[in-house]
């Protein structure tokens, strides 16, 4: 059984930084792709940030470009999310997600984290 667990969330201010980790466990992230969505209040699941499945290349919601960096540690089998001069409008539940392919929808993901809470103070 795959487990993804995230971790790192919590208040931050307009301008601060936060670095979010999604741990596998079950399972190592090779050969999967791997990516970071979020969900605010009344809005639907976006895409942030992912990995291919050959981990090559990541991917950016046009939205969090050059603020946010997605990372890997293979020996810990943890991806990071990065985040940057955070805004207000980058509020929400983190989650971390896995799959055989790297998509900017939530279909087709196997494996998801139960997320974590980003709060932005204006």
């Known amino acids: 059984q795959v487990q993804l667990v995230e971790s790192g969330g919590g208040l931050v201010q307009a301008g601060g930084s936060l670095r979010l980790s999604c741990a596998a466990s079950g399972r190592t992230f090779s050969n999967y792709a791997v990516a970071w969505f979020r969900q605010a209040p009344g809005k639907e699941r976006e895409f942030v940030a992912g990995?291919?499945?050959?981990?090559?290349?990541?991917y950016y919601a046009d939205s969090v470009k050059g603020r946010f960096t997605i990372s890997r540690d293979y020996a810990k089998n943890t991806v990071y999310l990065q985040m940057n001069s955070l805004k207000p409008e980058d509020a929400a539940v983190y989650y971390c997600?896995?799959?055989?392919?790297?998509?900017?929808?939530?279909?087709?993901?196997?494996?998801w984290g139960s997320g974590t809470q980003v709060t932005v103070s204006s």
């Open positions: 997600a896995s799959g055989p392919q790297l998509s900017s929808g939530t279909v087709g993901y196997q494996f």
């Open positions: 990995f291919s499945r050959s981990g090559g290349s990541t």
